[in-house]
């Protein structure tokens, strides 16, 4: 689309017959900018390229995988914001992402459990995308059909319970060292 109104736009500029002040900076502006815009892309190939292997040679990344729809991206963000910190529960550590729900209260007035809207807003980004894109995987779309089928009225707040349990999930599997192993409908 952009090279077929770029076309379009120098098929109408060839056309007029009015010369506007300004109209050959076009001719200057815009192959720079093309260029500033093949530079940056460029490098943002090579920066994913040496955070993809980062990721890749740290120790955690096959225990962090191994989780459905966690892939590099999403283990570089996990990486950075909880590596280095130490989490007493999941519930911890869900607090600390936003996923747990509070209660808001004022005076005698409880209005019961809320999405927090606190905590750190990448970590929280992190889980919720891939829950989004754990959708696919038939064990969480159980659990998102459950949540639905229980009263969760909106799409977002499944996805939060979703989260929350992939990051109780994930909370484990880190704290062991542990591969996920989906639940078999013995053990469940």
Request: overall charge positive.
């Amino acid at each position: 689309m952009g090279e077929r109104l770029a076309g379009a736009v120098i098929a109408a500029l060839d056309q007029q017959t009015v010369t506007v002040i300004g109209t050959n900076a076009a001719t200057i502006v815009l192959p720079q900018l093309a260029r500033m815009h093949a530079d940056i892309r460029e490098s943002r190939d090579t920066v994913f390229t040496q955070v993809e292997a980062l990721v890749e040679a740290h120790p955690l990344h096959p225990v962090l995988t191994s989780l459905p729809a966690v892939g590099v991206r999403t283990a570089a963000r996990i990486l950075t914001e909880i590596v280095g910190k130490d989490f007493a529960s999941a519930g911890h550590m869900a607090s600390y992402a936003g996923l747990a729900p509070v209660t808001w209260r004022s005076g005698t007035s409880i209005r019961g459990d809320h999405p927090s809207r606190k905590g750190n807003k990448i970590l929280k980004r992190a889980p919720f995308l891939s829950a989004f894109a754990a959708l696919k995987d038939p064990p969480s779309r159980a659990y998102y059909d459950r949540k639905r089928a229980e009263g969760k009225r909106r799409h977002n707040q499944t996805l939060i319970a979703l989260a929350r349990r992939r990051c109780d999930t994930l909370f484990a599997m880190l704290r062991d060292g542990t591969f996920y192993e989906p639940r078999t409908p013995s053990a469940a």
